[in-house]
């Protein structure tokens, strides 16, 4: 009976440590297992200076996920609209396809999606000669980027927590 209670309280302890996290400034929560640490970059590009805002989770080798990521950035509304189908689909494309070089991986599927009628892509990567795997989902809103990521040993991508990491993703009010 004793250890039926540990095992119990294990399992509940570990359904607990996922938390929502919530970005006033990003105007967007989502449900992450820990807490996220947060960090800004500017990067130079031919459309000017773009400041990326990343908040991220790195876990233990073990876990089932080894990596979970959110992170936004604002182009210039002359760059991107996210209401022009074609360049929408370029915009993703490329994006996919840089992830994809960044890491030397080769992209498994990639298809569109929808986050309050907003245009998205959801794509997988396969890297490390095909040990572990990236997927990630991708939304416009409006002149905002979303990128939305989690890592895992090829062996334990097909797993719940990321799942409920990337459906947990939702909009806040501006």
Known sequence: MNSILI???TVLFVQ??????????????????G???????????DVG??????????????AENLFYMVSYCDYP????????TDLVEDFFKTTIEAAAETVKGEVAYASDIKLDNHPGKQWRIDYL???AVIKN????????????????????SLNS????FFDSFKLLPN
Not at 77 to 84: G, I, K, L, P
């Open 35 to 45: 807490s996220f640490t947060e960090k800004t970059d500017s990067v130079k590009t």
């Open 77 to 84: 509304s002359s760059v991107v609209f996210a209401d022009s």
């Open 49 to 62: 200076t773009l400041v990326y805002h990343t908040f991220f989770l790195q876990t233990d080798s073990t």
């Open 161 to 164: 927590e990321g799942t409920r």
């Open 7 to 9: 095992l119990l309280s």
């Open 137 to 156: 989902r991708a939304y416009l809103v409006g002149s905002r980027y979303y990128a939305l990521q989690t890592i895992a040993w090829k062996e334990k």
């Open 16 to 33: 607990n440590t996922w938390q929502e996290h919530i970005s006033q400034a990003g105007h967007f929560q989502i449900l992450v297992p």
């Open 129 to 131: 000669g095909g040990k």
